[in-house]
């Protein structure tokens, strides 16, 4: 689906969907994977989801 490539493609898209969508744990999903800042762009209660937080983290380089 269009929403699917999108987020995949950028993350921060994110930002400019809806509410639903931006509580949606697989839309979310997706877009923390392609840029965990896109994690800002969450609903209040996928922020605080714990597999989305590890994605997050996992998907942010470290910096050596």
Do not use: M, W
């Amino acid at each position: 689906d269009i929403v699917k490539l999108a987020v995949e493609q950028d993350g921060r898209v994110l930002r400019f969907l809806s509410d639903e969508l931006q509580n949606d744990p697989e839309i979310v999903l997706l877009a923390v994977q392609q840029n965990a800042q896109a994690i800002v762009f969450a609903s209040e209660h996928l922020k605080g989801d714990p597999n989305i937080q590890r994605t997050a983290r996992e998907s942010t380089p470290s910096s050596y």
